[in-house]
């Protein structure tokens, strides 16, 4: 079970690196989408604001773009208001030179191209008290009657999108690591959900070879036993041929034992339903009345039938079908003393045929019943090795009968006999 805690273990890391690798790579994207359109919003409304300014201004700029003396630049208006969220305005003329501001004083020239920028100022230059404070700047050219007049340059603080994009950060930090630890976890649930298939073929593996080492054990050491003495020197040929009837015996034993373990080894899961064939019930169960009937003269047993005149159909592979039936029946046979009564019907009830095995013999303890149809479940008095028995038949019967969409239950009565029941779905023909 280890191998398969590794593999799983192995399974959830692979779902949850690529799964994580994904989540990383999209919350990045998202990230940067994010911030890129909240940039955009930002200069949008940066650009609408000098607009408006630029249309004021433009007048001013041509009267003054000639005429200004640059060792006396005039601060334009009173000030900036406390509220307002434009740092500084400035207006140079067509040659780049400044002829006035509002705000943080600016340089004489213009240094920097028309567009956006993204710039980073002390604090003490727009009085806060922050060492450094981050601005968006634009850089617009004025345009009257189609000739260049001047630039228009403001700024604004990145302050609000910063704080919008920190809250974003808190968020990706706290909910990718978060995420990755829901992915691992589903990772791991989902890697036992892959590996349950994988489980269930090593468990039934394990099962095969455990029941097949442990019932062939005996046997095989009878064989080798009886083999032995027939190879020693013949004092007494009956003795001998004894011994070899006796391994033929035991190899017939062990080779129904085998086709057995076989069988519910290659039927552990569910049956191809492919091979399934509409069949009429009664002619199946009238084929098994025919042979048991000779049995039931040899071990002078009363055995008797009741079928319907009327076909039953249903969907079934008929030789499996007829496997389940016939291993109730030969327990029923051989649990039943001489002179005891076994019983055969087939019934329909509302859309499902009944079948029931019914006898009189020896029956099942209370306490043993809900086992019997476990594997190599012997009931101490009755299912030992001498009956020939090897607590399958009525393993190989439910199994067959659930994997045809059926049921089989059991009830007895000890010293009282006991009723084995099947229902199946029917088919209209």
Avoid: C
């Avoid at 006035?100 to 956006?116: K, N, T, V």
Wanted: proline share 4%.
């Amino acid at each position: 079970m280890f191998a398969f805690a590794r593999s799983r273990r192995n399974l959830g890391y692979l779902f949850a690196l690529s799964m994580g690798s994904i989540l990383i790579v999209f919350a990045a994207i998202a990230y940067y989408l994010g911030v890129e359109e909240q940039l955009q919003v930002f200069d949008e409304e940066l650009y609408s604001t000098s607009k408006s300014i630029a249309a004021n201004a433009r007048y001013r700029l041509w009267a003054e773009r000639s005429h200004i003396n640059q060792d006396d630049i005039p601060i334009l208006g009173n000030g900036l208001s406390s509220g307002s969220q434009i740092v500084y305005i400035r207006w140079y003329n067509a040659k780049k030179k400044l002829v006035g501001f509002s705000g943080a004083s600016p340089s004489r020239r213009l240094m920097i191209a028309p567009g956006f920028h993204t710039i980073k100022i002390n604090g003490n230059q727009i009085n806060t008290n922050s060492n450094k404070v981050w601005l968006r700047e634009l850089t617009l050219p004025v345009i009257q009657n189609n000739a260049l007049i001047g630039y228009l340059q403001i700024a604004a603080p990145l302050t609000p999108l910063r704080e919008s994009v920190d809250r974003i950060r808190l968020f990706l930090t706290l909910g990718v690591p978060v995420t990755l630890g829901a992915i691992g976890i589903t990772g791991w649930f989902l890697g036992g959900l892959a590996m349950q298939p994988t489980r269930r073929a090593y468990e039934q593996l394990q099962r095969f070879t455990a029941d097949a080492s442990h019932e062939l054990r005996a046997p095989v050491a009878a064989v080798l036993s009886n083999a032995q003495v027939a190879l020693m020197p013949p004092h007494d040929e009956s003795e001998q041929r004894f011994r070899l009837e006796k391994i033929e015996e035991i190899a017939k034993s062990m080779s129904t034992l085998i086709s057995n373990l076989l069988f519910l080894a290659r039927h552990e899961g569910p049956f191809e339903i492919t091979t399934f064939k509409n069949i009429n019930l009664v002619e199946l169960m009238r084929s098994l009345v025919d042979e048991y009937q000779k049995q039931a003269i040899a071990k002078k047993l009363d055995f008797t039938f009741y079928l319907p005149e009327q076909p039953l159909y249903l969907r079934a592979d008929a030789d499996l079908l007829r496997q389940a039936v016939s291993n109730l029946l030969t327990n029923a046979f051989k649990y039943t003393p001489s002179d005891g009564t076994v019983k055969l019907r087939l019934l329909s009830r509302g859309y499902r045929a009944i079948i029931q095995v019914e006898d009189n013999g020896i029956g099942i303890p209370a306490e043993d019943l809900p086992h019997i149809f476990e594997r190599f479940y012997r009931v101490d008095t009755v299912r030992s090795r001498q009956t020939g028995g090897f607590g399958l038949g009525l393993a190989i019967a439910q199994q067959i009968i659930q994997a045809h969409g059926g049921q089989i239950t059991a009830n007895s009565v000890l010293d009282k006999g006991s009723i084995f029941e099947i229902q199946l779905p029917r088919v209209d023909k």
